[in-house]
């Protein structure tokens, strides 16, 4: 029995949460390992080869780190609940005109809390994962930090986690650099993990192809949205657009309509099958409302509070503002003009280093 505690440590079979459960078993822990099996791509429809995080070589990648430790592993199949939550979410939202982002949900809904109920059920004290970033205990809070590798920084996923997950939480990865993950895999012979290509794609979508993956979701979706119209903000139809789904702000590619000069999409109003274009300066806006938060530096804002705010997951650097709370909703102020805030996406508020909370966006304003 170890004396710093059993962990069990979800294991994708990618380098990162490989290497997560590598340092914990040479720190002294008690490792189990995990992998969550979420979705079958056979059941997408799509063109592109299972790959990625569910797919059976990265599963028996994850198995072999932890056959070659000693340490037990574990195949949990969690299809079902996944599905029903997370899928039927993102296909949803499209539905409702705004653009949703599944991993947010599927980290702070789904694995969180299918790791903890499978870490009682084995007696684990902790769990871990491979993400980077950081989190610490501070006047009774459980905070997550941005990890010390910025360019790799993945505190903005995790905004939802609640106090009571991250109380038992760790991020053996957050004090490294992802040069550093390749020399100690190289030094430890997981050569397999330094050649193996990352995935970024959506796990459920891996040919990227969002559209496609509504088309097969949702039966005669196309018959039930195409025709609407293009318009101008000012209210001037200039033409017909495939489906509002099939667009979001901040669009310009794709958009099969010719203005002579550049034109984004600014608004999709679903109640009216209307996709509002407009230039860039009409994208801009100075302010958004974001709901259903999820405070993790203060549990409440009493006044007004300077911020880095992130509107979307490759937003790295964020915009100063203003936020303040009114009640589960908070009033975002920019210090200067944002561009293609998306309703449906998270935004996440750093004081520093540290996530003060986050939410989902509801809507954006100009001043």
């Not at 969690?78 to 899928?87: A, K, M, T």
């Amino acid at each position: 029995m170890s004396t710093k505690g059993r962990v069990l440590v979800a294991m994708s079979g990618g380098i990162d949460s490989s290497l997560a459960a590598v340092l914990l078993h040479e720190q002294g822990y008690e490792v189990v390992g995990m992998t969550m099996k979420t979705w079958d791509y056979a059941s997408s429809g799509g063109s592109k080869k299972e790959t990625g995080c569910c797919s059976l070589d990265s599963i028996n990648d994850a198995r072999h780190v932890a056959v070659n430790l000693g340490f037990p592993h574990y195949i949990v199949d969690i299809r079902e609940e996944f599905g029903d939550y997370v899928i039927d979410h993102f296909t949803n939202e499209y539905l409702e005109g705004r653009t949703p982002n599944p991993c947010v949900l599927c980290n702070t809904h789904i694995k969180w809390d299918s790791l903890l109920r499978r870490a009682d059920k084995l007696g684990c004290d902790f769990i871990a994962t491979g993400h980077y970033a950081n989190v610490r205990e501070e006047n009774g809070r459980y905070i997550v930090s941005k990890g010390i590798d910025h360019a790799k920084d993945q505190s903005y996923a995790l905004w939802g986690v609640s106090q009571k997950s991250l109380s038992r939480t760790i991020f053996p990865l957050g004090k490294l650099h992802k040069s550093e993950i390749y020399e100690m895999a190289t030094e430890r012979g997981f050569m397999d993990l330094v050649n193996k290509s990352e995935s970024y794609e959506i796990c459920f979508i891996p040919d990227n192809d969002y559209r496609g993956f509504l088309r097969r979701r949702v039966p005669n979706l196309e018959q039930k949205v195409a025709g609407g119209d293009f318009i101008m903000e000012d209210g001037t139809v200039v033409g017909k657009h495939q489906g509002y789904p099939f667009y979001t702000i901040g669009q310009r590619k794709g958009l099969g309509i010719t203005l002579g000069y550049p034109v984004f999409v600014t608004e999709i109003r679903k109640e009216t099958n209307q996709v509002v274009l407009g230039t860039d300066k009409e994208l801009a806006r100075d302010g958004m409302w974001v709901g259903q938060l999820n405070m993790m530096k203060y549990e409440t804002l009493t006044q007004p509070l300077e911020t880095v705010t992130r509107i979307r997951y490759n937003d790295k650097q964020g915009t100063p503002a203003q936020i303040i709370q009114e009640g589960n909703r908070m009033q975002v102020l920019f210090h200067q003009p944002v561009y293609a805030i998306a309703p449906g996406q998270a935004a996440v508020f750093y004081e520093g280093d540290d996530v003060v909370g986050g939410g989902w966006i509801q809507s954006s304003f100009r001043q």
